[in-house]
């Protein structure tokens, strides 16, 4: 994201001058922020929460939110890994209502052992995915991150799929960095071991 | 170097974040173990693929009824 230069060498975030536009009452300055982050939003919503609807209200309550504590934010931190860190709160809350009587947090799951170490042993081809037609894919892909636990769905979305730093991540999900670090690898394996299943060489024809 | 070490350094490996001593290291582990080759190779491509994929786009006309319903209640503040 390109950053404005103004006087002297202080370089200031454009979302900053957005956001002091919004705290002094100007609308349409607010409304430039949610066109510019409202899809990373509900793509984020709808991996934590991998419900529709849910995801529809994260985005308005998680936008809503913001501006109403706008005068809370400091500029210490980019204006965006604030916005994300509302919302996911926002979605974790809702997944919570959803699964009634089953406690939901970031440290969900992650005592698990599983996929510490790899045991597929399986090579993928150069472009597994090219097995498959586009829909088909983008089911598999679905199902397989849905199964992770979501402390670790919601690392590997931050980290992989939106590309916060492992800082930003930490700082949006209130764990520290190496927490962060040991979450992010055993989703990452996780993953790769379920999409073998489907993408390991020579599936299709049966040789090993 | 064992399966265990090098998969600990797995995440930084794949971001280029490790010294040249270490990097040294993860390359003669990865020469005599086809097991972590396969491991580092699947688990960037496993990156890549959700990276370059779009699985939940907001659709266009959704996206229009969330942002009138988001600035209608903040001009309400």
Request: some cysteine; proline content about 3%.
């Given at each position: 994201?390109?950053?404005?230069?103004?006087?002297?060498?202080e370089?200031?975030?454009?979302?900053?001058?957005?956001?002091n536009?919004a705290?002094?009452?100007?609308?349409?300055?607010?409304?430039?922020?949610?066109?510019?982050?409202?899809r990373?939003?509900?793509?984020?919503?709808?991996?934590i929460?991998?419900?529709?609807?849910?995801?529809?209200?994260?985005?308005?309550?998680?936008?809503?939110?913001?501006?109403?504590?706008?005068?809370?934010?400091?500029?210490?931190?980019?204006?965006?890994?604030?916005?994300?860190?509302i919302a996911v709160?926002?979605?974790?809350?809702?997944?919570?209502?959803?699964?009634?009587?089953?406690?939901?947090?970031i440290?969900?799951?992650?005592?698990?052992?599983e996929?510490s170490?790899?045991?597929?042993?399986?090579?993928?081809?150069?472009?597994p995915?090219?097995?498959?037609?586009?829909?088909?894919?983008?089911?598999?892909l679905?199902?397989?991150?849905?199964g992770?636990?979501?402390?670790?769905?919601?690392?590997?979305?931050l980290?992989?799929?939106?590309g916060?730093?492992?800082?930003?991540?930490?700082?949006?999900?209130?764990?520290?960095?190496?927490a962060?670090k040991?979450?992010?690898?055993?989703?990452?394996l996780?993953?790769?071991?379920?999409?073998?299943?489907?993408?390991r060489?020579?599936k299709?024809?049966?040789?090993? | 170097?064992t399966?265990s070490?090098?998969?600990?350094?797995?995440?930084d490996?794949?971001?280029n974040?490790v010294s040249?001593?270490l990097?040294?290291e993860?390359?003669?582990?990865l020469r005599?173990?086809e097991?972590?080759?396969?491991?580092?190779?699947?688990?960037?491509?496993?990156?890549?693929?959700y990276?370059?994929?779009?699985?939940?786009?907001?659709?266009?006309?959704?996206?229009?009824r969330?942002?009138?319903?988001?600035?209608?209640?903040?001009?309400k503040?």
């Open positions: 994201m390109p950053n404005i230069q103004t006087q002297g060498t370089e200031v975030h454009p979302d900053v001058l957005l956001v536009r705290r002094a009452g100007d609308v349409q300055a607010f409304e430039k922020l949610v066109k510019q982050y409202d990373q939003v509900f793509r984020i919503a709808q991996h929460t991998q419900n529709r609807e849910d995801a529809e209200d994260v985005v308005q309550d998680a936008f809503l939110k913001a501006y109403e504590k706008l005068d809370q934010f400091q500029g210490n931190s980019k204006f965006y890994t604030w916005l994300v860190r709160n926002e979605s974790l809350m809702r997944l919570r209502k959803r699964r009634t009587g089953r406690m939901v947090s440290d969900e799951d992650v005592e698990t052992d996929g170490m790899p045991r597929d042993l399986a090579d993928w081809g150069p472009d995915e090219m097995q498959y037609g586009q829909s088909e894919l983008a089911d598999i679905r199902k397989t991150i849905q992770l636990p979501p402390g670790f769905r919601t690392v590997f979305v980290r992989d799929v939106e916060l730093s492992t800082e930003e991540t930490a700082e949006t999900l209130g764990l520290s960095v190496p962060v040991s979450r992010l690898l055993r989703a990452r996780q993953l790769r071991e379920r999409l073998s299943r489907y993408f060489k020579n299709r024809d049966g040789v090993k | 170097m399966c070490e090098f998969i600990a350094q797995l995440d490996l794949l971001e974040r040249a001593t990097r040294a993860l390359d003669e582990h005599t173990c097991h972590c080759v396969i491991t580092m190779n699947t688990t960037r491509k496993t990156i890549e693929i990276r370059s994929h779009e699985l939940y786009e907001l659709p266009n006309d959704l996206r229009d969330l942002q009138k319903a988001i600035l209608a209640k903040c001009k503040c």
